[in-house]
């Protein structure tokens, strides 16, 4: 049997839709699974065991012209199954045209009316999105619940040996989205908290650079490492691996920490976990601002900046029950 998963959103979402290639293996293991993302996340699924293809589309140049190709290739593998996670337009086009026997998603996708089967896709259930995504794939297997799940090499673990000759935590403080980033002076009062024998590593893209640099630059804790921009992707899951705990945003890196079992604790400012995107590890943590702020959640993805003008729903974190 041939399948195909298609998920070309955003770091997370792709680790969000693991589950799915573990059920997958688990009830047909004989099965070929192949995976289509946006270029830059293939990263992501390097020595997946169980993705027999990588099919990368390119939405930063020539998007259209690559999306005809893409679909020419999808078309040409005739698969059993297309399982579409995403709910635009473009992956409905190749969901509806792939020319797969079953194809399989959202009704929220403006095409998912020419797919075979499609599911219903609510956000305020208070379910968690993997859930939502193995629901796609319930009637191929079971309703159980599997966790994402990433491979970092025996080479991506000793990468990173070198940072690991001292106890140490690791703190992902950039979000694109402002109102989902903890504050920079926040992320610095904790800093000073933290005992200076611990290493801290900040990570993130090269673009989170000049921001990590700000926080150490101003913090009084005098063991603090810039890795932005230094690691994989998963290098970065295997640092996080091995750390005492790693601190986040609602971001990519709380599910690069469910995938790899890593201790968490995730800091949530205007979206809530309730939305379905909190942390899976054993050992994890939300904090959230104890005050009933009318105006929390603002936004399902965050914003740029704050509605109301004053980001309560981050200021008012206690920096000690972060620590605790």
């Known amino acids: 049997m041939k399948i195909l998963i298609i998920q070309t959103a955003f770091i997370g979402d792709v680790i969000l ?9 688990t009830f047909f293991p004989n099965s070929k699974i192949d995976f289509l993302l946006r270029a830059g996340n293939q990263g ?58 079953k194809t399989i ?19 305020d259930e208070e379910i968690h999105e993997t859930r939502r995504n193995l629901s796609l794939i319930s009637e191929l297997t079971d309703n159980t619940v599997v966790k994402p799940k990433l491979y970092p090499s025996e080479n991506d ?20 989205w402002f109102t989902k980033q903890f504050p920079a002076e926040q992320w610095i009062q904790l800093l000073n908290k933290i005992d200076n024998e ?33 690691l994989t992707f998963l290098q970065s899951a295997a640092l996080l691996k091995k ?41 994890s943590k939300i904090v959230e601002t104890k005050e009933k702020l009318k105006c929390r959640p603002c936004g399902l993805h965050g914003l740029k900046k704050c509605p109301e003008g004053h980001f309560k729903c981050a200021t008012t974190i206690n920096i000690n029950e972060i620590l605790a």
């Open 17 to 25: 839709a693991t589950p799915i290639i573990e059920k997958l293996n």
């Open 44 to 101: 992501l699924l390097e020595n997946h065991p169980f993705i027999s293809k990588i099919l990368i589309w390119n939405k930063q140049q020539n998007k259209h012209w690559n999306l005809i190709k893409i679909l020419k290739s999808v078309r040409n593998e005739r698969y059993d199954y297309v399982i579409n996670l995403q709910r635009f337009i473009s992956t409905g086009i190749i969901t509806a045209f792939s020319k797969g026997k």
């Open 105 to 123: 998603g959202f009704d929220k996708n403006p095409l998912s009316i020419l797919f075979t089967k499609s599911l219903k896709h609510k956000i």
């Open 157 to 176: 673990f000793k990468s990173i040996e070198k940072h690991q000759s001292q106890p140490y935590i690791c703190i992902a403080p950039i979000s694109i």
């Open 198 to 230: 611990v290493a801290v590593y900040l990570i993130g893209s090269a673009n989170d650079v000049e921001k990590c640099d700000n926080i150490i630059n101003n913090c009084q804790h005098n063991n603090v490492i810039n890795l932005s921009g230094k």
């Open 243 to 283: 750390a005492k705990m790693n601190y986040v945003n609602d971001s990519a890196p709380i599910h690069m920490a469910s995938a790899i079992d890593a201790p968490t604790t995730a800091v949530f400012c205007s979206t809530i976990p309730d939305f379905g995107f909190g942390p899976l590890a054993t050992n």
